[in-house]
């Protein structure tokens, strides 16, 4: 691309969806978080975007207002954004986009994706954040020889429960979730479950979104996940996990065998993280290694809205 190339700020219900999502799947970084069905999902149709000529490279722009100051967060169900192209995002490109949302925002707390070449400069800094990725081989029985001991007995526990592997609905996991996970988070709001459904609902009706989980043989549900399939990867989005799934190694038998039975055309598990040490861990432990993203944040606002967040 010419480094003179210009950047056009565009509000969302002057961008050609059609034509992003058709330029998006053929970005060599595509990620199903850029897709304009995932962005009006999460973001209740209240994004913008910085465009590069025609469409050649573009960057998501998931703007908020409080207190009449306009920010830049990573919504929720979003692990990167950044700048997605048609060819490589060199550093110079990068630093192009970057100098336009410092220069119009005061708040930033914004995730690029791995594959923007970000560079920290004086007003802004960078915090290099956890994902993990497992390459799956073609052969699928092959998974196991990477598996760590633990993960390995925690699916013969399940096989010993005679568990079953099958799909369900985004509401049971959410109900799993609920129940088991929902008291140790901090601000969860019940909003998010809606958010979290209508994505699930708008990426299943694409065949993106796939919900399956751990079945107990009295045909209680023990676990679940909703995972988003995009090109050749498949993403770990969400997931629901009960007391007796934990004690009989359901979470570890439903993602074997999602990995056994996935398209031939997945060559990649994204665990979606963690920094969470032992999510990673867990996540290691199927042979998953980091392939890390970049957190940027500013914050010029005021001293007395120094409070501003998501």
């Not at 210009?6 to 961008?15: A, C, D, P, V």
């Not at 034509?19 to 850029?34: C, G, I, Q, R, T």
């Not at 998501?60 to 192209?85: N, V």
């Not at 909003?191 to 699930?200: A, D, Q, S």
Request: glycine share 4%; net charge positive.
């Amino acid at each position: 691309m010419n480094k003179d190339f210009q950047l056009k700020f565009t509000h969302s219900n002057s961008i050609n969806r059609i034509k992003w999502d058709e330029v998006l799947l053929k970005m060599p970084n595509s990620l199903p978080y850029a897709a304009s069905w995932y962005l009006d999902a999460v973001t209740n149709d209240s994004w913008d975007a910085l465009i590069a000529d025609d469409y050649s490279f573009i960057m998501p722009l998931p703007s908020k207002k409080k207190a009449g100051i306009k920010y830049l967060p990573t919504p929720l169900f979003i692990q990167q954004l950044g700048i997605f192209g048609l060819s490589p995002c060199t550093e110079s490109i990068c630093e192009k986009f970057i100098r336009q949302i410092v220069a119009n925002y005061k708040f930033i707390e914004f995730n690029f994706n791995h594959f923007n070449l970000v560079t920290e400069k004086p007003e802004y800094s960078l915090k290099e954040r956890c994902n993990m990725l497992l390459k799956l081989p073609v052969e699928r029985s092959l998974i196991s020889s990477n598996y760590s001991d633990n993960t390995k007995r925690n699916i013969q526990k399940s096989e010993k429960h005679n568990l079953r592997f099958g799909t369900t609905s985004i509401r049971s996991i959410i109900n799993l979730f609920k129940d088991n996970k929902e008291s140790s988070l901090q601000n969860w709001k019940v909003e998010n479950y809606n958010v979290l459904e209508r994505l699930y609902n708008m990426s299943a009706l694409r065949g993106y979104g796939k919900a399956y989980g751990m079945y107990h043989p009295d045909g209680q549900l023990l676990c679940g996940a909703f995972f988003m399939e995009w090109n050749s990867r498949a993403i770990f989005l969400f997931s629901g996990n009960s007391e007796l799934g934990m004690q009989t190694g359901a979470m570890s038998a439903l993602i074997d065998n999602y990995i056994r039975e996935c398209p031939s055309k997945i060559d990649t598990l994204d665990f979606e993280g963690s920094d969470n040490q032992g999510l990673k861990r867990f996540y290691q432990s199927f042979g998953a290694n980091e392939a890390n993203y970049v957190h940027l944040k500013l914050n010029r606002l005021p001293f007395f809205l120094r409070w501003l967040k998501k």
